[in-house]
């Protein structure tokens, strides 16, 4: 279907790199993703945090990322979120093995959400984001189990995405 005098050329499978690296940031935007639609709706029936990009953003911004009239707070809390989100699929996906089926990648991807989840609650809320660290605190329980819930996500579109690009 091209030109007659040229031979036609089998498409070229991504370097090994470059696939992991792909897998990973788009498992982890998409995990993402859904992980902050399920904290909107948890925060609209009052069991998680309201405003959870602003709370991400309160880290740089302060109290000011609070403010409703800021789109700033609500933009930066994203990239925030994006950035964290792509940093751990990164991670993960150089972490399982090729081959690694959809439990194990799955089980691998809640231990490294909760310890995320641990580093991010124990170090970087308590310390930088005093906001988030104190409007976070009721509801603990919740915010564990949706970091665990994205790496659950994550690690189950590992495997996905790296057969869909063999």
Not at 61 to 75: E, I, K, R, V, Y
Not at 103 to 114: H, I
Not at 127 to 150: C, D, K, N, S
């Amino acid at each position: 279907m091209g030109d007659p005098g040229r031979p036609e050329r089998e498409p070229v499978a991504p370097e090994p790199a470059v696939r992991e690296a792909a897998v990973g940031a788009a498992a982890g935007l998409l995990a993402g993703a859904l992980t902050w639609a399920l904290a909107a709706a948890l925060a609209e029936l009052g069991h998680a945090p309201r405003a959870p990009l602003r709370l991400l953003a309160s880290s740089l911004l302060g109290p000011q990322a609070l403010d409703p009239s800021s789109a700033t707070a609500q933009w930066l809390g994203a990239a925030l979120g994006a950035l964290a989100a792509v940093a751990l699929g990164l991670v993960l996906v150089g972490l399982l093995p090729e081959g690694a089926g959809l439990a194990v990648s799955a089980a691998a991807g809640a231990a490294c959400g909760l310890a995320a989840f641990l580093a991010a609650w124990l170090v970087v809320a308590r310390v930088g984001a005093p906001l988030l660290h104190e409007a976070g605190r009721p509801h603990l329980a919740a915010i564990a189990l949706l970091h665990a819930t994205f790496g659950l996500v994550l690690g189950a579109l590992v495997p996905v995405g790296r057969s869909a690009l063999d």
